[in-house]
């Protein structure tokens, strides 16, 4: 095991310096309490970051979409990420990363964490940041505007991955978990950030791709934030095929009464897959949702078992 920590005592006081020390497979490394204002980048799988503790032990760093490169372009939604997980079987243990960047309106897009691989576990993690906190890579197949993907992957096979995150608090407003991975999401808090807009937050904008069987489950999560009553959606669909099932949430009076927003595009409501399950709270009104938004039965909702979407043999 390779140590961190800030006051010296550990192999290295710097996140990135550790990794990049890293010869043999699996892995792992421990950091200690601390404020790491550092980005981060693994590329390597079998690697395993533990925090000594998510409320004392942060990642964090400013990038933003509008920021302005060296060379006079603005820095783009993939380029702000705090950290990038590019590999397979990687697990992320009670840390808390954030993108310090601030509001979407002022700064635009700025992900604190970028996640593409198969098996990429989080576990008692704080994820922190405004507009696309989280992207659960691959990209969708193609972007809407010439250089839209500009990143760490935008030349890199899409391939879809299986991501695991539990017992994680994710906060932000606009979008800000979205991407095509196949994402499951246990006991987690989605905490939405008010806008002072009459549509505050969008808790998720998923782009699964046509024909990918399941996109983000979320299980037993709660939806919370500090928005005004109806005025934020559970979702919207980045690209058409969007697939996101609710399974068991706690869904707060922030959310509006339809839940969901067709971004637009109402062509989706015949190829996205929304679906909620067996919820509660005053933001679960199923009688009020639009006519394309699914409530599943009993035998349904066995088909989104964590074990069943991630295939994973128990």
């Known amino acids: 095991m390779i140590t961190v920590a800030k006051d010296n005592s550990g192999d ?37 970051l533990v925090g000594e503790d ?19 372009i603005n820095r783009g939604t993939f380029r702000t990420y705090t950290a990038l997980f590019n ?14 960047s601030g509001f979407g309106t002022q700064v635009g897009q700025a992900i604190a964490v970028y996640a593409e691989g198969d098996m990429i576990e989080f576990s008692n993690c704080r994820l922190l940041g405004h507009q696309d906190t989280l992207f659960t890579g691959p990209l969708p197949l193609k972007e809407k505007q010439p250089g839209g993907f500009v990143g760490p992957t935008e030349f890199a096979p899409r391939k879809n991955g299986r991501q ?21 999401f246990v006991d987690c808090e989605l905490f939405a950030i008010n806008r002072n807009q009459e549509i505050n937050s969008y808790y998720t904008a998923p782009s699964t791709y046509e024909g990918q069987k399941y996109g983000y489950v979320f299980e037993g999560c709660k939806f919370t934030g500090n928005c005004a009553p109806r005025t934020v959606m559970l979702s919207r669909p980045w690209r058409n095929d969007a697939k996101a099932v609710f399974l068991h949430c706690e869904m707060s009076e922030q959310i509006t009464e339809i839940g969901y927003h067709d971004w637009n595009k109402p062509e989706s409501h015949e190829t996205s897959f929304y679906a909620e399950y067996d919820c509660i709270g005053n933001g679960y009104v199923p009688q009020k949702r639009a006519s394309y938004i699914h409530q599943l039965t009993d035998e349904e909702a066995l088909e989104y078992t964590k074990e069943k979407v991630l295939n994973i043999l128990i």
């Open 164 to 184: 695991l995150y539990e017992n994680c608090y994710i906060c932000g407003e606009v979008d800000f978990i979205f991407g095509s991975a196949t994402a499951y």
């Open 54 to 72: 998510p409320d004392t032990t942060k990642i964090t760093y400013g990038y933003y979409a509008l920021m302005k490169m060296e060379d006079g």
């Open 12 to 48: 290295f006081s710097s996140i990135q310096k550790a990794i990049d020390s890293i010869t043999t497979l699996p892995e792992t490394i421990y950091i200690s309490e601390g404020i790491y204002e550092e980005r981060i980048e693994i590329t390597k799988p079998f690697i395993t």
């Open 87 to 100: 590999a397979d079987n990687l697990t992320i243990k009670n840390l808390t990363i954030e993108n310090s």
